[in-house]
């Protein structure tokens, strides 16, 4: 049973659009929420995070919203870079205190074409 | 900077073989994990420890056990190879702390590993 899910396993934007990355969870157990950055041949790098007490949390050109009721949330990167080319993880945790176990979806490439 | 080392980043082994893989971190993070990437799988993890000699197992244990004997050093261990072991091999750490998008898992590099 997939408790996150990222439908879509590849997006292409062009340089200087807005990508939007979709994630939805199934688990209302979830409280917080991390999307993860991966480079081909590399470790995956923390980007941004949300706490479900939260609807959007933003960083620079990264905005993350949480629509609780939908159990849904998305990765804005404004404006889209080449660099930004990488395959993105949404990932889920329940338990917000101490609890440090992550629930992982498939991934999502995105590709920024110049 | 947060520094996960795994010892390999290619490593080749045979079906019934003992398959160390190690990993350090140089963070004094409490917690450390093993996870395996496939394609179209995404992330899975296999085992974690929040502590020395502390050990809960992940979504996939089977065939893995893990050893922590030393804060910064985690180790995975495939007690029999088989092919269907045949994957990306990424370990992480973090701090132990209020949420984890506070404190997030940092990755390392990653282990290509194939079993024939």
């Known amino acids: 049973d997939q408790q996150v899910k990222q439908n879509s396993p590849s997006l292409s934007v062009q340089e200087g659009r807005i990508s939007i990355l979709n994630c939805d969870y199934t688990?209302?157990?979830?409280?917080?929420f991390l999307w993860y950055k991966k480079y081909p041949a590399e470790g995956p790098t923390f980007l941004i995070s949300i706490s479900s007490i939260k609807d959007k949390n933003e960083d620079g050109r990264f905005t993350v919203f949480l629509n609780k009721s939908a159990k849904h949330l998305s990765l804005h990167i404004v404006p889209s870079q080449p660099g930004d080319s990488a395959v993105y993880f949404c990932?889920?945790?329940?338990?917000?205190?101490?609890?440090?176990?992550?629930?992982f979806g498939k991934g999502t490439l995105l590709t920024v074409n110049p | 900077d947060v520094k996960v080392t795994q010892s390999s980043r290619y490593l080749v082994k045979r079906t019934g073989e003992k398959v160390f893989l190690e990993c350090v971190q140089d963070?004094?993070?409490?917690?450390m994990f093993w996870y395996r990437q496939d394609p179209g799988l995404g992330l899975r993890l296999i085992y974690f420890?929040?502590?020395?000699?502390?050990?809960e197992k992940g979504d996939i244990p089977e065939g893995y056990s893990v050893s922590r004997e030393k804060k910064e050093r985690f180790s995975l261990i495939l007690e029999s190879a088989s092919t269907n072991q045949t994957s990306m091999y990424l370990c992480a750490s973090s701090r132990l702390g209020q949420a984890p998008g506070n404190q997030p898992q940092h990755f390392g590099d990653g282990t290509r590993l194939s079993i024939l």
């Open positions: 990932a889920a945790s329940a338990d917000g205190g101490s609890n440090y176990k992550l629930t």
């Open positions: 688990n209302s157990m979830f409280d917080y």
């Open positions: 963070m004094d993070h409490e917690n």
């Open positions: 420890s929040y502590d020395v000699k502390m050990k």
